[in-house]
C-alpha cells in the first residue's frame, strides 16, 4: 500500500479559496508600498551562508536551514571533528548555502553588491517567502511570507513616520484594530549604562524582549543566568515596569537614562518619531514599550512591533532602524530602516474575524452554460468580447445537464450565468441569470457588459 503523501511540519498547502484571500493581502500591502514610493524587487531563497551567519544572533543562527552541498559533499569533511562532537564546524564543510531567515539581510547584501546601480536614497519592497527551523505553532510556521519595505542611503526619521504611516493605512485598508509598539536601541543601550551593565547589552535584550510570554519573573531568572548582578536586576526592575501615557512614559526613561550619552540620543529620537506620529495624524494606538528588543542584533535605533488588538497572536508586523549592516559587507556608513508585515500571522487574523470582502472569493463575473456544440462556438465569441471588456468569465467545457453546470457555477461563487440556446444563438443574444436573485433577461453582448459592470 502506497504511504500517504504529507509536507513538512510548519509548512501549509493553500486552496484556490484561500490564495483568493492571501491575495488579497498581497495586493492590499503591495497597492500602500507602491503608494509611498517604494519599488519591488526579488533575491534567492538560497543564499551564502557566510552572508546569513552571525547576522540574527547566536539563537538566529541556529534557526538556519542549511543545505547540503551538492554532489560528493561528505569528500571534504575532517572526520575527526565529528568523532570529537564539532558539529557547528562539521555543518561549515558539509553546507555552503542555507534558505533565507528573512528579507532584511539578502536585502543588505543586494544594495552592497548593485551599489554602482542604486540612486540613494534606495526605497524598495519585497514580497517572498522565508525559512526558519523553528518549532511550529500558532501562527509560526516554518515557511512564511514576508511583506518588507525598506529605506536605506538616509539617516532622516521622516522614513519612520512613513513607515509608520504605512503601517497604518495597511491595517485601516484591512480593517485590523491594532497597537503599535516603539522602543529604541539606543535607549536599550543607555537602560544597560544605568544599571551598570553596557556590556550585557544582547542579553538584557533578549531576556527582556520575552517578559510578554514568560513573565517578568522568569526574565529576572534568565537575566540572572546571563550574568547579571542581583543589584543590576533591582536596578532594571522598575524601568521594565514603568507606566502612564506614551508622553509620561518617555518622561519618566527620560530622568532614569537621559545622564547616559545612548539614553540621551534614544529619548530624542522616540520624541521626534512620536510627535511627527501624531502631526501625521495616524489613527492607529501607538505606544512606548521599554522591553521591545526584537532580539535582532542588527537594529541600532527605532524599533517597530505592530499586534493585533481583537485576536490572540504574536506579532504581525516589525522592524526597526539598521545603521551598520551593509558595514558588514564592506559598504560603511549607510543608514537603513524597514518595516516587515507578516502575511501568514495577518491572514490568521483575518480569517479568525472574517474581514475578506465579500467579492474577494469569486473567481469570473459569468459562467457560460454549454448548450451544445453550436451554441458553444457562439458562447465562444460572446465570451470574448467580455473578456475585451474587463470581466472574467468562462464556459462550462462539457454539455452536460443544466442542473449539473447551474452547481459548479453556485459553488464557485459566479454572480451571473449567460445561456445561449439555439434561440439566442440564432439572434445573437443571450439570456443571463442573476445567481444571487434568481432574475434573468435576455439581452446582447453589450447590454450584458453593461449590466455586470454596474
Known amino acids: 500500500m502506497a504511504q500517504k503523501p504529507s509536507i513538512p511540519k510548519g509548512t501549509r498547502d493553500f ?94 547584501r543586494y544594495v552592497v553588491q548593485h551599489r554602482n546601480d542604486i540612486t540613494f536614497p534606495f526605497k524598495r519592497f519585497q514580497i517572498q517567502p522565508v525559512w526558519r527551523a523553528d518549532r511550529p505553532q500558532k501562527g509560526r510556521y516554518r515557511e512564511f511570507y514576508q511583506c518588507d519595505a525598506d529605506v536605506v542611503g538616509s539617516d532622516s526619521l521622516i522614513n519612520e513616520i512613513e513607515l509608520l504611516s504605512m503601517i497604518d493605512e495597511v491595517f485601516r485598508r484591512l480593517k485590523v484594530n491594532i497597537e503599535i509598539k516603539l522602543n529604541n536601541r539606543k535607549a536599550l543601550a543607555g537602560i544597560a549604562e544605568y544599571i551598570g551593565a553596557p556590556e550585557k547589552i544582547v542579553d538584557i535584550t533578549v531576556a527582556i524582549d520575552k517578559i510578554d510570554k514568560i513573565g517578568l519573573d522568569a526574565v529576572k531568572e534568565e537575566l540572572a543566568e546571563r550574568g547579571l548582578s542581583a543589584e543590576a536586576i533591582d536596578k532594571l526592575t522598575p524601568v521594565l515596569l514603568i507606566e502612564g501615557t506614551t508622553e509620561e512614559r518617555i518622561e519618566k526613561l527620560a530622568q532614569i537614562i537621559g545622564g547616559t550619552e545612548s539614553g540621551r540620543l534614544g529619548i530624542e529620537e522616540l520624541k521626534t518619531v512620536f510627535e511627527g506620529v501624531k502631526k ?175
Open 280 to 454: 501625521a495624524g495616524i489613527d492607529a494606538r501607538i505606544t512606548l514599550d521599554v522591553s521591545l528588543a526584537r532580539g535582532l542584533n542588527y537594529y541600532t535605533g527605532t524599533i517597530i512591533e505592530v499586534k493585533a488588538l481583537d485576536v490572540e497572536i504574536g506579532s504581525i508586523t516589525g522592524g526597526g532602524r539598521y545603521d551598520n549592516l551593509t558595514g558588514i559587507f564592506g559598504l560603511k556608513d549607510v543608514s537603513g530602516v524597514g518595516i516587515s508585515f507578516g502575511a501568514d500571522r495577518i491572514y490568521d487574523v483575518l480569517n479568525t474575524l472574517d474581514l475578506y470582502p465579500k467579492d474577494t472569493l469569486a473567481a469570473v463575473d459569468v459562467m457560460f452554460a454549454n448548450m451544445g456544440e453550436n451554441e458553444a462556438a457562439v458562447s465562444m465569441k460572446m465570451l470574448r468580447e467580455l473578456r475585451h471588456a474587463g470581466i472574467a468569465a468562462e464556459i462550462y467545457p462539457d454539455s452536460s445537464k443544466m442542473q449539473k453546470q447551474m452547481k459548479y457555477a453556485d459553488s464557485l461563487g459566479v454572480r451571473y450565468v449567460a445561456i445561449v440556446g439555439e434561440t439566442e444563438a440564432a439572434d445573437g443574444t443571450l439570456t443571463l441569470k442573476n445567481m444571487a436573485t434568481g432574475d434573468q433577461q435576455t439581452v446582447t453582448p453589450d447590454q450584458a457588459i453593461a449590466i455586470i459592470k454596474a
Open 15 to 108: 486552496s484556490p479559496v484561500e490564495m483568493a484571500r492571501r491575495n488579497y493581502i498581497f495586493d492590499t500591502i503591495r497597492d500602500v508600498f507602491r503608494l509611498y514610493g517604494y519599488r519591488q524587487i526579488e533575491t534567492p531563497a538560497m543564499e551564502n551562508l557566510s552572508t546569513l551567519m552571525g547576522k540574527y544572533g547566536e539563537e538566529g543562527d541556529k534557526l538556519l536551514f542549511k543545505i547540503l552541498n551538492s554532489g560528493d559533499y561528505m569528500r571534504d569533511v575532517d572526520m575527526t571533528m565529528l568523532q570529537n562532537g564539532d558539529l557547528n564546524r562539521v555543518a561549515a564543510q558539509l553546507c555552503e548555502k542555507g534558505l533565507r531567515y528573512d528579507l532584511t539581510v539578502p536585502f543588505a
